[in-house]
């Protein structure tokens, strides 16, 4: 059998048997969702990239931080 | 330090302090537990004897649970980086990107492939591969801890770059320098020792509890066996590696150092405060001084601790902010004025590129490649942000207890291990209840040891983000700070959930016992 075939086969075989593994799995998927769709998204912008189109820019404004804070 | 809006500096250092608290109630178990696991099938494996198939699946289920409600918390420390330590991150980038992305590539495709094959592996694949999986696992997972352990390493003590004072950024000029930095290396290993006797701890305690209500009496015994041996084997490795720590610290954060012992007046043959009470000094005209309220103290050990020497001397508080040119200290007000020489350097530079200048900027520009400007001035950058020295002088009461309850644990834990084996060896541990009792209130005791040592790393060498470069007022985005309280208030909510879903699957798995297969 192709080894591809094998692997997906494990893999499939191996999360149809699990018990806990479900609930934990349901955890991760919830937990992740949470980071990376409501918090990374609507609360944790990358503050640099957000406000400036090139590094050039941000160079210049954490110089200016840095020179005046 | 006039324009710093305080509200935000300590609402993300709080946040900041938060997520890192809540993710490392999660990684040191993770660190140890599969090391444990690993010696466990390997028992198994060696025997052919299924008791130890079970003992391993039975702690490989615990493993996984932690495994899966902790992975991912770290990621919201990367975020926050992001969002409200931009001037931080950006002023690290290049030295954080390289052992970053190599902690990326060696969690994701190390960890996830082989936690697979342990998991669902059993039967599936040969013995052999499969505890070799195992021990990849375990030493994968540790692997990456050493990647975020050096990034950390190097903002306690930075080395092998240099400051680009066009882009604002420090450039890796050696990244072995960063790697072996001994700052690094010790924090690595003191730090995953510990972990694996928070493991050690974590077995024993649950194994105990079976023990209080006699049930699994053999696997409760052969797994305090190995756990006991694996504690008491780490926990030496944990006091050398602590020795040679505070050696570093001694030389490279000597402020910490004397933070750790409330040590305010430097002296030779300086004694080790075992243990004591700080109170506020009684003389008007001494604010910033704590004293002893009561103290145990070892004559010669501190100075012998931090120089190998009984009779070195060790600079207190006021040494270092003061200067002391007998023992060639340097005083905090003239770091502060090389600081500045520094800063106004960095703006010299600006004015001159942005006037045209050319060969003035370029003079000024070679002083950041100049080792003798590095030295005695730019090593000083982030003393320049500070009027009053006594500001850079971090909290003493709490650097001094958070190290203290961390040591107490630590050696209350080597006692543990030793009755521990001791029992075990003698097969009667089930006679000593007062023993198991000891035993399973120890678990959380290892996690407040463990909590602690993060707690006098951190807090200790504050006001740096990085030491003497950028204070941590400097480090945050101009942010507004509701924006920081509503996300300090939901990660609070997020991660309490977490903790709570974590207790009460892990505490179902063990009342189920180790007879219950899990995939």
Same mark, same amino acid.
Request: glycine fraction near 6%; aromatic fraction near 16%.
């Given at each position: 059998?192709?080894?591809?075939?094998?692997?997906?086969?494990?893999?499939?075989?191996?999360?149809?048997?699990?018990?806990?593994?479900?609930?934990?799995?349901?955890?991760? $998927?919830?937990?992740?969702? #949470?980071?990376?769709?409501?918090?990374?998204?609507?609360?944790?912008?990358?503050?640099?990239?957000? !406000?400036?189109?090139?590094?050039?820019?941000?160079?210049?404004?954490?110089?200016?931080?840095?020179?005046? @804070? | 330090?006039?324009?710093?809006?305080?509200?935000?500096?300590?609402?993300?250092?709080?946040?900041?302090?938060?997520?890192?608290?809540?993710?490392?109630?999660? &990684?040191?178990?993770?660190?140890? #537990?599969?090391?444990?696991?690993?010696?466990?099938?390997?028992?198994?494996?060696?025997?052919?004897?299924?008791?130890?198939? @079970?003992?391993?699946?039975?702690?490989?289920?615990?493993?996984?649970?932690?495994?899966?409600?902790? /992975?991912?918390?770290?990621?919201?420390?990367?975020?926050?980086?992001?969002?409200?330590?931009?001037?931080?991150?950006?002023?690290?980038?290049?030295?954080?990107?390289?052992? *970053?992305? &190599?902690?990326?590539?060696?969690?994701?495709?190390?960890?996830?492939?082989?936690?697979?094959?342990?998991?669902?592996?059993?039967?599936? &694949?040969?013995? @052999?591969?499969? *505890?070799?999986?195992?021990?990849?696992?375990?030493?994968?997972?540790?692997?990456?801890?050493?990647?975020?352990?050096?990034?950390?390493?190097?903002?306690?003590?930075?080395?092998?770059?240099?400051?680009?004072?066009?882009?604002?950024?420090?450039?890796?000029?050696?990244?072995?320098? &960063?790697?072996?930095?001994?700052?690094?290396?010790?924090?690595?290993?003191?730090?995953?020792?510990?972990?694996?006797?928070?493991?050690?701890?974590?077995?024993?305690?649950?194994?105990?509890?079976?023990?209080? @209500?006699?049930?699994?009496?053999?696997?409760?015994?052969?797994?305090?066996?190995?756990?006991?041996?694996?504690?008491? /084997?780490?926990?030496?490795?944990?006091?050398?590696?602590?020795?040679?720590?505070?050696?570093?610290?001694?030389?490279?954060?000597?402020?910490?150092?004397?933070?750790?012992?409330?040590?305010?007046?430097?002296?030779?043959?300086?004694?080790?405060?075992?243990?004591?009470?700080?109170?506020?000094?009684?003389?008007?005209?001494?604010?910033?001084?704590?004293?002893?309220?009561?103290?145990?103290?070892?004559?010669?050990?501190?100075?012998?601790?931090?120089?190998?020497?009984?009779?070195?001397?060790?600079?207190?508080?006021?040494?270092?902010?003061?200067?002391?040119?007998?023992?060639?200290?340097?005083?905090?007000?003239?770091?502060?004025?090389?600081?500045?020489?520094?800063?106004?350097?960095?703006?010299?530079?600006?004015?001159?590129?942005?006037?045209?200048?050319?060969?003035?900027?370029?003079?000024?520009?070679?002083?950041?490649?100049?080792?003798?400007?590095?030295?005695?001035?730019? !090593?000083?950058?982030?003393?320049?942000?500070?009027?009053?020295?006594?500001? =850079?002088?971090?909290?003493?009461?709490?650097?001094?207890?958070?190290?203290?309850?961390?040591?107490?644990?630590?050696?209350?834990?080597?006692?543990?291990?030793?009755?521990?084996?001791?029992?075990?060896?003698?097969?009667?541990?089930?006679?000593?209840?007062?023993?198991? $009792? #000891?035993?399973?209130?120890?678990?959380?005791?290892?996690?407040?040891?463990?909590?602690?040592?993060?707690?006098?790393?951190?807090?200790?060498?504050?006001?740096? /983000? =990085?030491?003497?470069?950028?204070?941590?007022?400097?480090?945050?985005?101009? =942010?507004?700070?509701?924006?920081?309280?509503?996300?300090?208030?939901?990660?609070?909510?997020?991660?309490?959930?977490?903790?709570?879903?974590?207790?009460? =699957?892990?505490?179902?798995?063990?009342?189920?016992?180790?007879?219950?297969?899990?995939?």
């Amino acid at each position: 059998m192709n080894i591809f075939v094998k692997v997906f086969n494990f893999y499939l075989e191996g999360f149809k048997n699990m018990k806990i593994g479900k609930t934990l799995w349901l955890i991760i $998927i919830v937990k992740l969702f #949470i980071m990376f769709v409501i918090l990374k998204m609507f609360f944790f912008p990358n503050f640099l990239k957000t !406000n400036f189109s090139t590094d050039e820019e941000r160079s210049d404004y954490v110089i200016e931080q840095l020179i005046n @804070k | 330090m006039e324009n710093i809006d305080l509200q935000l500096i300590d609402w993300s250092r709080a946040q900041f302090a938060l997520t890192a608290i809540y993710h490392w109630l999660f &990684v040191p178990l993770t660190l140890g #537990i599969t090391f444990l696991i690993a010696i466990m099938e390997t028992i198994y494996v060696k025997t052919g004897n299924p008791e130890w198939k @079970k003992i391993t699946k039975f702690w490989m289920t615990v493993f996984g649970i932690n495994f899966a409600i902790g /992975v991912a918390t770290g990621l919201i420390l990367e975020f926050e980086f992001g969002t409200n330590w931009s001037n931080y991150s950006w002023f690290v980038g290049d030295i954080f990107g390289a052992p *970053l992305a &190599v902690e990326g590539i060696m969690a994701f495709f190390m960890e996830s492939t082989f936690i697979a094959v342990m998991f669902f592996g059993w039967n599936k &694949v040969s013995k @052999k591969f499969h *505890l070799i999986s195992t021990w990849l696992v375990a030493i994968g997972s540790n692997l990456s801890a050493l990647w975020i352990l050096v990034a950390n390493g190097w903002m306690q003590n930075p080395v092998g770059m240099r400051f680009n004072p066009d882009t604002a950024r420090n450039e890796m000029i050696n990244f072995w320098d &960063v790697l072996f930095s001994p700052t690094a290396i010790n924090k690595f290993l003191h730090t995953i020792y510990s972990s694996y006797i928070l493991a050690a701890a974590f077995v024993i305690g649950i194994s105990a509890y079976y023990l209080i @209500k006699k049930r699994e009496s053999v696997f409760a015994r052969k797994s305090i066996l190995v756990a006991s041996i694996f504690g008491l /084997v780490f926990s030496i490795m944990t006091v050398a590696t602590g020795d040679e720590s505070a050696r570093e610290i001694a030389k490279t954060q000597p402020m910490k150092f004397a933070a750790m012992e409330g040590l305010y007046f430097g002296t030779a043959n300086a004694p080790l405060v075992a243990a004591g009470m700080l109170k506020d000094c009684n003389d008007p005209e001494k604010p910033h001084i704590k004293d002893f309220a009561w103290n145990i103290e070892i004559p010669g050990v501190l100075s012998y601790m931090a120089f190998l020497d009984r009779n070195a001397f060790v600079p207190g508080i006021y040494d270092l902010v003061h200067g002391n040119e007998q023992q060639g200290i340097v005083s905090y007000f003239d770091k502060i004025e090389r600081g500045k020489i520094a800063r106004q350097t960095l703006e010299d530079y600006k004015l001159a590129k942005e006037n045209g200048n050319v060969e003035l900027a370029a003079s000024l520009r070679a002083k950041f490649e100049d080792q003798d400007f590095i030295d005695n001035y730019f !090593n000083y950058f982030g003393f320049s942000y500070f009027d009053d020295p006594h500001d =850079i002088i971090p909290n003493v009461p709490l650097s001094f207890y958070t190290f203290h309850i961390m040591v107490a644990v630590g050696f209350f834990l080597i006692a543990l291990f030793v009755v521990a084996l001791f029992f075990a060896i003698k097969n009667t541990l089930h006679r000593y209840k007062w023993f198991l $009792i #000891i035993a399973l209130i120890s678990m959380p005791l290892a996690y407040i040891g463990s909590q602690s040592g993060w707690m006098i790393a951190e807090f200790g060498r504050q006001p740096w /983000v =990085i030491q003497n470069l950028m204070p941590t007022h400097t480090a945050v985005s101009n =942010i507004q700070s509701g924006m920081v309280i509503t996300t300090f208030w939901i990660f609070a909510l997020v991660f309490t959930v977490l903790l709570i879903a974590e207790i009460k =699957i892990m505490v179902n798995q063990v009342k189920k016992g180790p007879k219950i297969e899990e995939e």
